[in-house]
């Protein structure tokens, strides 16, 4: 086990000790001191942006998990700093992809309101300034290996919101066998439809380490968005073709409705470390090619984690505004500049890495599209954290909530609640009227920030999820699903 910083857990830290830490959530964090980014930024560094699918809070080992080992992630958080209180965009996928790559909450953009998006017409709007095509102004090469989901050809795609080159699928999932859904191949070499046998997690991890190995250090610096699908369902490891092939004789029912009876611990565990075994072939090219010590590797997650996540300390899974389903690691490593094992509670999500990054490479947001994202330079170098206001809202179950301090307002239907999330991540003790004031403080702070927002779209395809889980917690009868 390598040795505990001062303020924070040990690499490989216990359950007890994972939940102290989250229990801690707010208190500053005493760091070295280090040069501020603007002093030690001299070239600019390669960015290599890691994303993973579905994956929950505690499903790494750094974070907690104990069925299984991640060592390449966890080596990412020995030499950098984990955020301990990171949360998604969105409780599920495009939503939050939309506001990683605009650095502005979803909700303002239509494709930021629906999920699935199904085969309505809608997508990032190639107009949109975005994270890729910002660092291509700024002289970046920029790649996108793995996931894209912000809409379709010929209207949407890659290419068209400042990606150089492409290498993935369009979708919000694939076979990890074949590539595709329902017998319709999705596999893309820029906007050249291929296909390449093989397990996906590999392919794309095998993409990665062949354009690191082919960018040389006299190069332009390159933005690498490495999206994995994996632990997306379906419920595929490297040695499950045969379960690949069960799912594509099930005709006209792609993975068999979402593959409600797939999947075991063992299956999930065996996805989540074929993808930790592909970062760690990255890190290995970057060591290689001499490249690491002017890299930024982020690790991440694009919401809270599904079916056979570990979300602990928290409740909820993916769909779902309670901590469990947008509560997300989030790893960054830059030697020199971000100290080994460090660890910050500073409040943090998936939108501010557009500003920070921006900053880091010399350059700014756009000024017709401000981010509502912050800059965490002052975090990444080891500073208090500052408090922050955040919403969200989904469409299924009508949920809304507002987190803002240590406090979090929640509505679930017509249940509200009222929850200290740093005394209790569990979300049990409804305080609402016990803190009354807080409580309509935080109503209020969500009102006006829905009132800047698109309004909800309820011909979106956000339906179709239950809300048991929530029911299980809540004591809540009326699990159907959002209906105007």
């Known amino acids: 086990m390598a040795k505990s910083p001062e303020n924070g857990p040990a690499i490989g830290y216990t359950r007890r000790q994972a939940v102290a830490s989250a229990a801690a959530a707010g208190l500053a964090i005493a760091l070295p001191s280090m040069p501020s980014v603007a002093q030690r930024t001299r070239k600019q560094p390669n960015i290599i942006f890691i994303l993973a699918d579905d994956l929950g809070f505690a499903d790494v080992s750094c974070y907690g998990r104990t069925e299984y080992q991640t060592p390449a992630i966890d080596s990412l958080a020995g030499q950098g700093l984990r955020f301990m209180q990171a949360y998604a965009n969105s409780a599920v ?23 699935p998006l199904g085969a309505r017409d809608v997508g990032l709007p190639p107009s949109h300034p975005t994270l890729p095509s910002l660092l291509r102004k700024a002289g970046y090469a920029t790649w996108l290996v793995g996931k894209w989901h912000l809409g379709m050809l010929p209207k949407y795609g890659p290419h068209l919101s400042g990606y150089d080159h492409f290498w993935g699928f369009r979708s919000g999932a694939v076979d990890y066998f074949t590539h595709g859904i329902g017998g319709v191949p999705d596999l893309w070499d820029d906007d050249r439809a291929i296909s390449q046998p093989g397990y996906a997690t590999k392919l794309l991890g095998d993409k990665a380490v062949e354009i690191i190995n082919g960018h040389r250090r006299s190069d332009p610096p390159m933005f690498l968005s490495l999206h994995f699908n994996a632990p997306h369902w379906p419920w595929e490891g490297p040695e499950d073709e045969a379960e690949s092939k069960r799912l594509a004789a099930i005709k006209g029912k792609p993975f068999a409705e979402m593959d409600v ?152 239907l017509d249940n509200r609640f009222l929850f200290n999330v740093v005394d209790d991540p569990l979300e049990r003790a409804n305080l609402k009227d016990r803190e009354p004031a807080i409580f309509r403080d935080l109503v209020q702070k969500y009102r006006d920030w829905n009132s800047t927002m698109l309004p909800l779209d309820y011909d979106a395809n956000s339906g179709g999820f239950t809300g048991s889980m929530m029911a299980d917690h809540f004591g809540v009868k009326d699990t159907r699903t959002f209906d105007r």
């Open 93 to 115: 996928c495009s939503a939050t992809r939309t506001g990683l790559i605009t650095g502005r909450y979803q909700n303002r953009l239509p494709i930021g309101l629906e999920e």
């Open 261 to 412: 009876d797939g999947g075991s611990m063992k299956t999930y565990a065996a996805m989540v470390t074929a993808m930790d075994a592909q970062i760690g072939r990255v890190l290995a090219a970057l060591d290689s090619t001499g490249q690491a010590e002017n890299s930024i590797v982020i690790f991440t997650s694009d919401n809270g984690g599904e079916r056979y996540s570990n979300t602990w300390p928290f409740t909820g899974k993916k769909t779902e505004l309670l901590e469990g389903g947008l509560r997300i690691p989030a790893i960054i490593r830059w030697p020199g500049h971000v100290a080994a094992q460090s660890v910050s509670q500073q409040v943090m999500i998936s939108m501010d890495w557009l500003p920070t990054l921006l900053a880091i490479a010399g350059t700014s947001p756009d000024l017709d599209f401000p981010p509502d994202g912050i800059d965490l330079a002052a975090a990444i170098g080891g500073g208090t954290p500052v408090p922050r206001t955040l919403c969200w809202r989904y469409l299924n179950l009508a949920q809304e909530a507002c987190r803002s301090g240590d406090w979090k307002y929640l509505k679930i």
